[in-house]
């Protein structure tokens, strides 16, 4: 059970404050954001806080989305992974309602917010974080920001702040916001987002590589009709034997999609998932993942990156990066950023097409001693490519 | 509109500063209050958001309370809201303006609308005045009774809130019988769920005054009432689903058939998207198997694949959590994961505080098969701008070398870093090769012709310095030039800051002393004066204390400064293996992620239900005094046995039980279900007559609970009543339990 929920802008201003049981002393808010701005461990600094500190008896839990801190606290042993959860589910659920969820939104809406905050939690037990219940106990009408007006979301955003949201254009619709006709459009939208990691060794073998991806729907279904989502025909789940490395090539060319494992949402019902690979779901209003999953198979990723540093005596250096696009030319791939850090010299970034060679010279005020190629990289590599996933994996109706 | 953002920070002009602005607050509203004039909810909503913003900034609004209760008299429910939310706020502050409130929340606890009754009653019971809590008993009891499960939801929250602002009031109404009552027959899973966390709260701080309190919260395990919640189980929202596994986690089965049966009832709560709810149920296979040594180890294998899942997918706050509990595992049985090494790659935009539990983890898995690869990879991190983390790396690489038989390849890529030329390297890297050297001395030669080489005065953070300085003592001998860099160090005396160092520093010098007299007696002249001269007590002390010493007799000095030494074989654990056996105990709460037990970090009265560590602490403490010997060794043989043996299963039994089944001992244990299953017998058949009219489910769900029909009478059963968890898993007993024998192990031993 917690005992305070509040958000805080990137500055620290108390944007939402509410006080479940009264058993955290009033300064928390300050105790919070000075712990985690000035955060310290083993005595070096710009370290970044942990999710989860104590400070004299009192847990705070924290996560930040969309530049916002959302923050628990609580005096008892209690599950990090429920409250870290719900912290997340509760943003959600406020965007849900706003459209969109940012310092600029929650400051219009905050007294719609405080309804959400009255009925998710009572007395620090959570009551109910679904969407689509809570809307009958929101009396509050959502005032809309302007979302052209918000800073666009990278694609890396998607990963690197938290929840993954929808790239690109994503919905930013209150559920509860009508339509200025009158009437409701009946939408829904369902995204495969993956993030692939591979490791290219220098001589381009493909190290290690993963998947992690998500289903994710949105609903603006009046009704509750049942869903089903057909996935691909051929989807094995589990890997059989123990080996999650190594026994590549027993699936590849098969078109076999083998996941090593996989979670779903609660609403998700697997009746007939072993017969034809389908899921049966009502969708809930708002936004939410339908499943997880996580594969180590080999697949082709649809980039190949080489990056290659020639020292050209101790105050010059060339970085060579080629980024070649491995997918078919009918596709293209946006808002590419390729990152590579150099030791402590400079930052480049740069935006390449369907390939792309980037030639740097680098020239330094100091003497480098012969570590250059150690101290750069690895090189790192976000993107978008729409209509396009790496795993196979697919929704072929729903 | 939007609330002013610093306001309490920066009083520019254009902010407002709170006083003025509260007073005109003040007056607006009284005219408002009295006014019936159209549009006039408007006015007031926007008045009203102006005072929660200001409430919500911090700023004092406590004086327009009046004001806020006359305009309330109104039908528009966010206006009521809002007002529910302020008089929430200031009411325990202001306890004679809380009674103005008393009236028209009492009315709206009456309202036709179930959603008014609903949150007038919450507002209610969130007064916190204790002087009122007469008012709160009446509309909470005809709240419990309410046709609507809302209104029941928000009555039994409140009956927990009434039991802290007043808990002889709550206790005299009979309340904990009633919420009892009402989880075992309500249809609507919320409210069971609130009444199993009220009641677990209430009887837990009662617990320790009343012993029929203590009994109700032992019933809560009992059969009857497990198996009540585990059928329900898939009902229940995935909130309320954590607390009734969390509770599960602590039902001691009766034998092995049940064990399985429960989990293949939850297994499919492995695949859950919320990682609370996997957490939850791992804790219940970890618990239930503690006493099956073959299962247990598979109950590992089995929870690998969600758990790597949910750390792939959701935030980085959200895989730190679940990481942390994976991290447990691994170090609980590192040689389970040992084959999953490359899970543990670090990424490079992963936060710190992720980096660093994978490195951990990274280096428990490390055996002779995977050592080459790990350290590889880590040696590309120790090569990392970030410096911190090149910091744990080579720290993490340094460890290896520690716990491995063959470390060749490691000491020359230890040296290599030495190579690097940074500073921080080299420090991290000193450390490390001083430890390497105390463990295996063979490696000395190697070790010292690279170490000759840094200059001390590239050298600056203390420990590092402590270290090559404990190097050139102990290796004096066979570094040329070490008297020599020695005296130089003393030379600057007056510029080390640290104790540490010149501690070492004595100590060196007089190691030194002994194996090349001629070349150090000067410095070691110079190194006593200061180290008496030493403002320091410990430096003063040991100066002190070698001065006497070699004045007393040359030969024993020796014998004391330089004696035969034997190398290290295992460096101390930091941790006592009891400790670690708590935490596990403590599996899915924050004592995982602090990696301490919870008595280390909360408050006596935080321990939250279900928690006996206080007992067990004295238990634990009583035992450790009487005899030292039963209780490490009981520990030792938990931490290496339980997961690697599996034919010692006679002996497991009684002994996991005594030490992590402790926190749930035996009285409990053997205590039989008759008792608490007839007790709700009977209060089931009281129940129908009394609530039936309202929750017409309720013979449902007796059904559902002892498998029998309403007919049975309150006879005392000779027997406790058979009871059946329902057939909702996904495979039959006899499959499941096949299942689990056959699932592949990657252990090789």
Known sequence: MISQFFVLSQRGDNIVFRDYRGEVQKGSTETFFRKVKFWKEDGQEEAQAPPVFNVDGVNYFHVKVAGLLFVATTRVNVSPSLVLELLQRIARVIKDYLGVLSEDSLRKNFVLVYELLDEVIDFGYVQTTSTEVLKSYIFNEPIAVDAARLPPLGPAAIFMQGSKRMPGTAVTKSVIANEPAGRKREEIFVDIIEKISVTFSSSGYILTSEIDGTIQMKSYLSGNPEIRVALNEELNIGRGGRSLYGNYRSSAGSGAVVLDDCNFHESVRLDSFDMDRTLTLVPPDGEFPVMNYRMTQEFRPPFRVTALIEEAGNLKAEVIIKVRAEFSSSITANTIVVQMPLPKYTTREIVGGSENTLRAKLSFSQESHGNITKESGPVSMTFTIPMYNASGLQVIKS | MAPPGQAQRSPSPSQPSGKGEVSDLKAQLRQLAGSRAPGVDDSKRDLFKKVISYMTVGIDVSSVFGEMVMCSATSDIVLKKMCYLYVGNYAKGNPDLALLTINFLQRDCKDEDPMIRGLALRSLCSLRVANLVEYLVGPLGSGLRDGNSYVRTVAVIGILKLYHISAVTCIDADFPAMLKRLMLNDPDTQVIANCLAALQEIWTLEASNSEEASREREALLSKPLIYYFLNRIKEFSEWAQSLVLELVAK??????????????????????????????????????????????????????????????????????????????????????????????????????????????????????????????????????????????????????????????????????????????????????????????????????????????????????????????GEYSQDMHDAPYILESLIENWEDEHSSEVRLHLLTAVMKCFFKRPPETQKALGDALAAGLADFHQDVHDRALFYYRLLQYNVTVAERVVNPPKQAVSVFADTQSSEIKDRIFDEFNSLSVVYQKPSYMFTDKEHRGPFEFSDELGNLSIGADAADTVVPAHQVDANDKDLLLSTSETEKEDGRALSSNGSAYSAPLYDAPASVPASQIQSDLVNLTSGLSGHVPAASLAIDDLLGLGLSVTPAPAPSPPSLSLNPKAVLDPGTFQQKWRQLPISLTQ
């Not at chain 2, 758990?307 to 980085?316: A, E, I, K, N, Y």
Request: hydrophobic share 45%; with cysteine.
């Open chain 2, 251 to 472: 039902y001691v089965p009766s034998d092995n058939n049940e064990i399985f049966d429960i989990m293949n009832l939850l297994e499919d709560r492995l695949q859950h998207a919320n990682g609370a709810v996997v957490l939850a149920t791992i804790k219940v296979f970890l618990q239930l198997t503690l006493s099956m040594n073959d299962v247990h180890q598979q109950v590992y294998e089995r929870i690998k694949a969600p758990l790597l899942t949910l750390v792939s997918s959701g935030s980085p706050e959200q895989s730190y959590a679940v990481l942390s509990h994976l991290h447990l595992l691994v170090m609980r049985a590192p040689i389970l994961f040992s084959s999953d090494y490359k899970h543990f790659y670090c990424q490079y935009n992963e936060p710190f505080y992720v980096k660093k539990l994978k490195l951990e983890m990274l280096t428990a898995v490390a055996n002779e098969s995977n050592t080459y690869e790990i350290v590889t990879e880590l040696c590309e991190y120790a090569a990392n701008v970030d410096i911190p983390m090149a910091r744990e790396s080579i720290r993490a690489v340094g460890k290896i070398a520690l716990q491995q038989y063959d470390v060749n390849a490691i000491v020359d890529r230890l040296l290599q870093f030495l190579e690097m030329e940074k500073d921080y390297v080299t420090a991290e890297t000193l450390v490390l090769v001083k430890d390497l050297l105390r463990k295996y001395p063979q490696w000395s030669q190697d070790c010292i012709a690279v170490v000759g080489n840094i200059s001390s005065k590239n050298v600056q953070e203390p420990k590092a310095k402590a270290a090559l300085i404990w190097m050139l």
